[in-house]
């Protein structure tokens, strides 16, 4: 079971910035995708923002424009920055990956981190 590694949540000011980071650690032969979902109290966890492979990303039409989310391979590691934060994106965020070990496919969750965005 791979074990995701969350940092980078707190409290923030609305109109703020915020960089989460997650990474899976381990070898694997490769990493299909890798992406960030939030969920707030009393919602159900949606999609905020993924990556796959070959780099490109997919966005929530909430956060187009404002969010950033970015991978260094190497290291396994997804980014998610994000800028000009609402009070509505106050929310649980989880990273999510989905890994292929010669020919099993997984999919991984992180703990989550809190995220909090005061007006």
């Known amino acids: 079971q791979v074990q995701l590694v969350e940092s980078g949540g707190g409290v923030v000011q609305a109109g703020g910035s915020l960089r989460l980071s997650c990474a899976a650690p381990g070898r694997f032969s490769s990493i299909e995708a890798m992406g960030w979902y939030r969920q707030a109290p009393g919602k159900q966890r949606e999609l905020v923002a993924t990556?796959?492979?070959?780099?490109?990303?997919n966005y929530a039409d909430s956060v187009k424009g404002r969010f950033t989310i970015s991978k260094d391979n190497p290291k396994n590691t997804v980014y998610l920055q994000m800028n000009s934060r609402k009070p509505e994106d106050t929310a649980v965020y989880y990273c999510n990956a989905i890994i292929w070990q010669n020919i099993w496919r997984s999919n991984h969750w992180g703990q989550g981190t809190q995220v909090t965005v005061s007006s």
């Open positions: 990556i796959v492979s070959g780099a490109s990303t």
